[in-house]
């Protein structure tokens, strides 16, 4: 279980998470949703400890969370150039005792002795999810997991994800597309202006599109109409 | 180029002391004329190997109205100050021949395929050392003629030095790029553990390449012994103040296509025997400056 109390994050005189507080229940798969500039990579970037937050306690099953607690597939995946896909991975110890990089490269089938500048953004994050699965990590955080995979790989990382979630792991996704949040998720969390201001049910998540697009919709479809 | 100045904060003073150092001894060579030639060589060598290795021509020569007068005008502004002196000796044509063959380098915008070489250099060099696996295979070409080059003269006075020398510019330039935050925190360790495994490995990489060919060069040059014993310290320092200056301004997925005028400087000031303990101090310095830094994403 994650505990975030009083969670506050800052940049400038901006306030991008106010004063945040959220349990994060483990063997479930947590959706964050929000607009763009709500802070959601923020509030992913102080799980992971990438940021020290202004204000506000993380703990992870009553301890504070550390930085070896958290595998963090970021939205921009980032390599170190002139190195092959293998030897990124070859960089990161395997943790996860299960992990059968064989069994996982049939499906991803990424050219592993390629330089990753080579990749595609798909199979750069096919390779970042590689490298995540290879750790054995409580908590899992994918920003963004879905950005420039193929159909065929989305499906996969869905059933790489339930079976984190079965093996009781903490997973927070995010995505800008709602549509594989709601089929994967058990739980939604809408993020608006820097609070986590409801969270869904998966029987209620019928009323998320209404939430975060009713207005947006009422206006767009009038001006849009008179525009093109 | 300002913002890199800027970058520098105090540590400038000490930039701007080696570099007057530097300015002042290539102004007595020039007035060597024999020695003006050897000079005027060495900075167009320098603004050379600095144009192979610079992360920027992309950008530049993509987006920029008029890339070579560009890089033509930052070539002439990095060596005015050391080549300027120039004019007011015997050797006063050395100037315009630097000018000459500046004008040529940014003509050099190699772009090499980017073909995976060595696919299994992890077997040689363990995955962890990405600089080294990176940079050897990005500069294999260079990386290569320099140290066979080297080999090949080892047995002749000072010449296998200046090729070491221009190694260690390359092996500098392994440190340039910033690695992701989940490579940095592989391993946990602290922030001090971690900056001191990168200098040892360093050293030892160093030591494996350059000892051999300097224990060759004595052994036919015995009046050299104290050149090449400190040949190894001096290079290492320059190569120890890449990694801290690098970690110093660390942050993640960052490219630093910068780091050039700082190590340009402390690079020559290896070469200088009476500026050999600038790079170690200015490692020194930068060392508590990168642990510093590191502590934000290292620690707990």
């Known amino acids: ?228 | 180029m300002i913002r890199e100045i800027n970058g520098l904060g105090l540590y400038l003073l000490f930039f701007i002391f080696a570099g007057g150092y530097l300015a002042y001894y290539f102004y007595r060579q020039f007035e060597l004329e024999k020695n003006a030639m050897y000079v005027i060589a060495f900075l167009a060598i320098a603004c050379l190997a600095l144009q192979f290795q610079r992360k920027d021509k992309a950008f530049i020569y993509k987006h920029i109205s008029n890339p070579y007068l560009q890089v033509f005008s930052e070539y002439v502004a990095l060596t005015f100050p050391f080549a300027i002196t120039c004019i007011f000796t015997k050797s006063w044509y050395g100037y315009p021949l630097l000018l000459l063959l500046l004008c040529v380098i940014p003509l050099l915008n190699v772009r090499l395929r980017q073909n995976t070489v060595f696919k299994n250099l992890s077997l040689l060099i363990p995955a962890g050392q990405i600089e080294w696996i990176s940079g050897i295979r990005k500069n294999f070409i260079t990386f290569s003629f320099l140290y066979l080059a080297a080999v090949v003269t080892c047995w002749i006075k000072i010449l296998p030095l200046f090729f070491l020398w221009m190694l260690t510019i390359i092996i500098t330039s392994f440190q340039q790029e910033a690695e992701p935050l989940q490579v940095l925190r592989e391993g946990f360790k602290s922030p001090q553990k971690f900056i001191s495994d990168k200098l040892k490995v360093n050293t030892f990489y160093m030591i494996v390449l350059y000892a051999p060919l300097l224990i060759v060069n004595t052994l036919f040059n015995h009046d050299s012994i104290v050149i090449n014993l400190l040949f190894i310290p001096a290079q290492l320092s320059v190569v120890f103040f890449a990694v801290c200056f690098k970690y110093s301004s660390y942050k993640p997925g960052k490219i630093t296509p910068g780091n050039n005028i700082p190590l340009a400087i402390v690079s020559m000031g290896s070469a200088l025997p009476y500026l050999l303990p600038v790079p170690a101090i200015l490692s020194f310095l930068y060392f508590n400056r990168a642990k510093h830094n590191l502590k934000k994403y290292l620690d707990d």
């Open chain 1, 1 to 228: 279980m994650i505990d975030v109390n009083g969670l506050s994050v800052k940049y400038g005189d901006k306030v991008v998470l106010n004063d945040v507080s959220i349990k994060l229940a483990a063997g479930i798969i947590h959706g964050i949703v929000g607009l763009n500039g709500a802070g959601k990579t923020t509030f992913f970037n102080a799980l992971a400890k990438t940021l020290k937050p202004d204000a506000g306690l993380i703990y992870l099953n009553n301890a504070p969370i550390s930085i070896r607690d958290s595998a963090y597939l970021e939205t921009v995946n980032y390599f170190f150039s002139g190195i092959t896909g293998n030897e990124y991975l070859k960089i990161f110890r395997q943790t996860n005792p299960d992990f059968n990089q064989h069994v996982i490269q049939e499906y991803f089938k990424l050219p592993l002795d390629e330089l990753i500048e080579n990749y595609s953004t798909g199979m750069k994050k096919k390779l970042a999810i590689l490298s995540v699965l290879k750790q054995d990590k409580p908590l899992f955080i994918l920003d963004e997991p879905f950005n420039g995979l193929d159909l065929e790989t989305n499906k996969i990382l869905e059933i790489i994800l339930t079976t984190l979630k079965q093996k009781d792991k903490i997973i927070l996704l995010s995505s800008h597309i709602l549509e594989p949040l709601l089929t994967i998720c058990d739980k939604i969390h809408l993020l608006e202006n820097g609070q986590f201001i409801k969270t869904y049910e998966r029987s209620d998540f019928a009323g998320i599109d209404e939430a975060l697009f009713g207005k947006l919709k009422q206006d767009a479809i009038k001006n849009i109409a008179s525009a093109i």
